[in-house]
């Protein structure tokens, strides 16, 4: 054997005779580095085991009151990665496959023992341990990857059947491991052509790499990831896919909420241009009017005088509420429960519910739920949004639920609507000044609730199916509990 590393071995061997004639033969191996010990009893030598002191064990199938497969079986519960050899003093088939069953790395007969064999049998079945312990290092790393990382993993067939997921695929998508099982990752995805373009690069190229794709979970919520997947050829020459899923979901409200942010500075300081620009000329309409109505003059010319400070007057009112939803809101923080700001809103909003027989439905959290507001600001801005959507609503058909969830991060409150719903092309337009659907309306009250969110750091989100309905998301940073000193 050629080695110098030192090598520990237990017998395990009532009959001490036999001890000596086995520990020679180990001895006696060329080049051998060993220590050999002696346990004549099963109990000791369990013990020993689960210690896992030794490199290798020698178990003989007599034991006394037990046999060593006896041993062999009780020493599993130590998870040891030593091998167990089963020594018996004749050759017996179905000995030896039920040692090899019961976790020995291999079986002997004492009558046949060699020198020869015993230094084989030593080095094969260190040789087997060793890679038996790497791939289950290496099998309990890359499950702990699979299991522990925040991406979700998956493994498919080429039509994306699902084989096998990671908890951070259950936790995503809302459905049990088992449930994932029988889905293919096309029937959650939410867009028939991203389908057709993932469906057409791992069938041809094998390959997706960071495709922002959208699914829907288990509760209808579309979710937007990162999807990257390549196709495995297996030995054996069939095909199976693996991938992951990042979720970019959070990311994408960010830069939504961002872009809603930059657009509202851009209209700002348009709208101070604007006014600025507009109130000089506006300014000598109004002196040289003046002026004029100091002047005699007969029914008529005071007609047209009254029209013209009518409309300067007008485009006046119509600066200052352009100014006022464009500036950043000035507000009065204090920590405040979320519940009664909204039961408030709720409450002057009661009326229009009443008049067009809506079936109010709110839902909170049982606890109180506290952040940092201004209660009249936010009041108004929760008021607008009930209000349009009362508006967007049937009379006595209408459904209005005001929710208040913990989405885990952020307090979310979430107002819907069974409503004629806005289109897909106008949502990005839903804050700008002056956007309205409304007939008589200035799309104005929409930019100043944005402006009164942004100030309370609130993320806002619009979802929404014409004839179906419209939810606004607000989420809210969570204020922990004050400590008493």
Not at 121 to 130: D, F
Request: hydrophobic share 40%.
């Amino acid at each position: 054997m050629q080695t110098q590393e030192h090598i520990r071995i237990l017998i395990i061997d009532d009959d001490e005779d036999d001890f000596i004639i086995t520990e020679q033969m180990i001895k006696d191996i060329p080049n051998g580095n060993f220590q050999i010990d002696w346990c004549p009893r099963h109990a000791d030598g369990l013990l020993k085991i689960c210690s896992k002191e030794y490199d290798i064990y020698f178990i003989d199938y007599f034991l006394g009151g037990i046999t060593g497969m006896d041993l062999l079986k009780r020493s599993v519960a130590c998870n040891t990665d030593s091998p167990m050899i089963l020594l018996t003093g004749k050759g017996n088939r179905d000995i030896s496959l039920e040692a090899l069953n019961s976790g020995a790395s291999d079986y002997l007969v004492k009558s046949d023992l060699t020198t020869e064999k015993l230094e084989r049998c030593i080095r094969y079945s260190l040789e087997k341990a060793y890679t038996l312990k790497q791939l289950r290092d290496n099998e309990n790393k890359f499950r702990n990857i699979f299991e522990k990382t925040r991406d979700a993993i998956f493994l498919s067939d080429m039509d994306l059947n699902l084989i096998d997921v990671n908890s951070a695929m259950e936790k995503m998508t809302g459905y049990s491991s088992s449930a994932l099982r029988v889905l293919s990752l096309y029937e959650l995805m939410a867009d028939e052509a991203e389908m057709q373009k993932i469906r057409d690069l791992v069938q041809h190229t094998g390959e997706v790499t960071d495709l922002e794709t959208g699914f829907h979970d288990n509760f209808g919520e579309e979710i937007t990831c990162m999807f990257s997947a390549i196709s495995i050829t297996r030995p054996d020459g069939t095909r199976y896919v693996q991938g992951i899923l990042h979720d970019i979901t959070k990311l994408k409200k960010a830069e939504r909420s961002l872009l809603m942010s930059e657009k509202l500075a851009a209209t700002g300081r348009l709208a101070r241009t604007l006014a600025h620009e507009i109130r000089n000329p506006l300014t000598n309409i109004n002196l040289s009017l003046d002026h004029l109505t100091e002047i005699k003059a007969d029914d008529e010319q005071n007609h047209y005088f009254d029209i013209i400070r009518r409309n300067s007057k007008r485009i006046n009112d119509i600066l200052t509420e352009l100014l006022a939803s464009s500036k950043p809101a000035q507000t009065a923080m204090q920590r405040l429960a979320l519940q009664e700001i909204l039961d408030s809103s709720i409450h002057v909003a009661m009326d229009r519910i009443m008049l067009k027989k809506i079936k109010l439905q709110v839902r909170y959290i049982d606890k109180p739920v506290y952040i940092q507001a201004d209660p009249d600001k936010l009041k108004i801005a929760f008021l607008n949004i009930i209000i349009n959507a009362v508006e967007a609503m049937e009379e006595e058909n209408g459904r209005l639920m005001v929710a208040l969830e913990d989405n885990g991060t952020n307090w979310e409150v979430k107002i819907t609507d069974n409503g004629v719903g806005i289109a897909e092309e106008d949502i990005p337009r839903l804050f700008e000044p002056y956007f309205t659907a409304k007939r008589n309306g200035l799309g104005l009250g929409l930019p100043a609730t944005l402006n009164i969110l942004q100030a309370h750091k609130a993320i806002v989100e619009v979802t929404s199916v014409t004839q179906v309905g419209t939810t606004f998301s607000i989420q809210f940073n969570k204020v922990p509990l004050s400590v008493s000193h």
